[in-house]
C-alpha cells in the first residue's frame, strides 16, 4: 500500500472505529460515572499515571530506543479498544463501566496523548518541537479521536432505531477495518518490523499482560467491586492500537512509531484472551453440595 493511500485511507478507517464507538454511547454513558466514581477514579488514574510510567520502565529493561520507544509511549496513552467491552463481557465484568471507561478515556486522550508523545520525543527523538506543542497537531488528534465519536452520538440520539439496528453491523465492520488498519502498518513498515520483531513482541506482550494485572490487582487492593475491578482490567489492559497508528501515521506523520501498535493490536489478543477466561472462571459460583 502506498504511503499516499495509506495516509488517506488510515483516518477514514477509525473514523468508521471511532463513529462506531458512538453508535454505542450516550449522555448517560458519561454521567454514569456517578454512578461508579471510586472504581472510574482508579481506573483513570491507572491508565494516565501508571500506564505510561510501566511502559516507560519497559522500554529502558527492553533497551527501545528511538521512534519504536515513542511509539510504544504512543500506545500506552492511547485509551481502551473496541474488543474491551466484549472480553469484560466474557470475564463477567461491569460492561456498562467499561462504556462509561470508554467515553471518559477517549476524552481524556486527547489532552493526555499530547503530554506523553511530548515526553517522548523530549527523551527519545531529541525534538522538543513535537504534538503536544503544537496547537494544530492538537486539533487534528482532537479531529481524529473525538469528532466521529460525537457525529456516532448525534446519529444515535437522532435516529435511535437506525442506530440500534446498526450498531452490531459497524462493530463488526469496525473490527474488520481494525485488522485491515493492523495489516497495513505492518506491509507498509516490514522492514522495521523484520529487524525489530523480537524486542517488540517481547515488550508488547510483557506491556499487555502487565496493563491487564494493574487494571484489576490495582482497584483490588482500594476494595473495588470484583465486576468493576474486571472491568477496568479490560478497559486499561487492552489498548487502541488502532489510534495509535492512526496518530503516529498521520498526526505525526512518522510510520515507525505506528509499528509497535500494530504488532499489539495482534499480540494483545492473547494474553486478553487468558485472562478472561482465568476471570471467567474466578467467578463461577461453587456448585452447591448435595446431601
Given at each position: 500500500m502506498g504511503?499516499?493511500?495509506?495516509?488517506v485511507?488510515?483516518p477514514?478507517?477509525?473514523?468508521?472505529?471511532?463513529?462506531?464507538?458512538g453508535?454505542?454511547?450516550?449522555v448517560d454513558?458519561?454521567?454514569r460515572v456517578?454512578r461508579y466514581?471510586?472504581?472510574?477514579?482508579?481506573a483513570l488514574?491507572?491508565q494516565m499515571v501508571?500506564?505510561?510510567a510501566v511502559c516507560?520502565?519497559?522500554i529502558y529493561?527492553?533497551?527501545?530506543?528511538g521512534a519504536?520507544?515513542?511509539g510504544?509511549?504512543?500506545l500506552?496513552a492511547s485509551p481502551?479498544g473496541?474488543?474491551?467491552?466484549l472480553?469484560?463481557?466474557?470475564?463477567?465484568?461491569?460492561?456498562?463501566l467499561?462504556?462509561?471507561?470508554?467515553?471518559?478515556n477517549?476524552?481524556?486522550?486527547v489532552f493526555?496523548?499530547p503530554l506523553?508523545v511530548?515526553?517522548?520525543?523530549s527523551l527519545?527523538?531529541d525534538?522538543a518541537?513535537?504534538?503536544?506543542?503544537r496547537?494544530?497537531?492538537?486539533?487534528?488528534v482532537?479531529?481524529?479521536?473525538?469528532?466521529?465519536?460525537?457525529?456516532?452520538?448525534?446519529v444515535?440520539r437522532?435516529?435511535?432505531g437506525w442506530a440500534?439496528r446498526?450498531?452490531g453491523?459497524?462493530?463488526?465492520?469496525?473490527?474488520?477495518?481494525?485488522?485491515l488498519?493492523?495489516?497495513a502498518?505492518v506491509?507498509k513498515?516490514?522492514?522495521?518490523l523484520?529487524e525489530?520483531i523480537g524486542?517488540l513482541?517481547?515488550i508488547?506482550l510483557?506491556?499487555?499482560v502487565?496493563?491487564?494485572?494493574?487494571?484489576y490487582?490495582v482497584?483490588?487492593l482500594?476494595?473495588?467491586?470484583?465486576?468493576?475491578?474486571?472491568?477496568?482490567?479490560?478497559?486499561i489492559?487492552?489498548?487502541n492500537?488502532a489510534?495509535a497508528?492512526?496518530?503516529?501515521?498521520?498526526?505525526l506523520?512518522?510510520?515507525?512509531?505506528?509499528?509497535p501498535?500494530a504488532?499489539?493490536?495482534?499480540?494483545?489478543?492473547?494474553p486478553?484472551?487468558?485472562?478472561?477466561y482465568?476471570?471467567?472462571?474466578r467467578?463461577?459460583?461453587?456448585?452447591?453440595?448435595t446431601v
Amino acid at each position: 500500500m502506498g504511503s499516499t493511500v495509506f495516509a488517506v485511507l488510515l483516518p477514514i478507517a477509525l473514523a468508521l472505529i471511532m463513529f462506531g464507538l458512538g453508535l454505542t454511547l450516550t449522555v448517560d454513558d458519561f454521567v454514569r460515572v456517578l454512578r461508579y466514581p471510586k472504581a472510574a477514579v482508579v481506573a483513570l488514574a491507572c491508565q494516565m499515571v501508571l500506564l505510561p510510567a510501566v511502559c516507560l520502565g519497559l522500554i529502558y529493561l527492553f533497551g527501545l530506543t528511538g521512534a519504536l520507544a515513542a511509539g510504544m509511549m504512543l500506545l500506552a496513552a492511547s485509551p481502551g479498544g473496541p474488543s474491551a467491552n466484549l472480553f469484560s463481557h466474557i470475564a463477567g465484568g461491569n460492561v456498562a463501566l467499561n462504556i462509561t471507561l470508554t467515553a471518559v478515556n477517549s476524552v481524556l486522550a486527547v489532552f493526555t496523548m499530547p503530554l506523553v508523545v511530548a515526553l517522548s520525543f523530549s527523551l527519545f527523538l531529541d525534538d522538543a518541537e513535537s504534538i503536544g506543542l503544537r496547537p494544530d497537531k492538537f486539533a487534528q488528534v482532537f479531529a481524529i479521536v473525538l469528532v466521529p465519536v460525537a457525529i456516532g452520538m448525534f446519529v444515535h440520539r437522532r435516529f435511535t432505531g437506525w442506530a440500534e439496528r446498526m450498531r452490531g453491523k459497524v462493530k463488526v465492520l469496525s473490527i474488520v477495518v481494525l485488522a485491515l488498519v493492523v495489516t497495513a502498518a505492518v506491509a507498509k513498515n516490514f522492514e522495521t518490523l523484520t529487524e525489530n520483531i523480537g524486542r517488540l513482541a517481547a515488550i508488547c506482550l510483557v506491556f499487555a499482560v502487565l496493563s491487564l494485572a494493574v487494571g484489576y490487582f490495582v482497584p483490588k487492593l482500594l476494595r473495588v467491586d470484583e465486576d468493576q475491578a474486571i472491568a477496568s482490567a479490560m478497559e486499561i489492559g487492552i489498548h487502541n492500537g488502532a489510534i495509535a497508528i492512526a496518530v503516529a501515521a498521520t498526526v505525526l506523520q512518522n510510520d515507525a512509531m505506528a509499528v509497535p501498535g500494530a504488532v499489539y493490536g495482534v499480540l494483545m489478543n492473547i494474553p486478553a484472551a487468558a485472562a478472561a477466561y482465568l476471570l471467567a472462571r474466578r467467578r463461577v459460583p461453587e456448585p452447591a453440595a448435595t446431601v
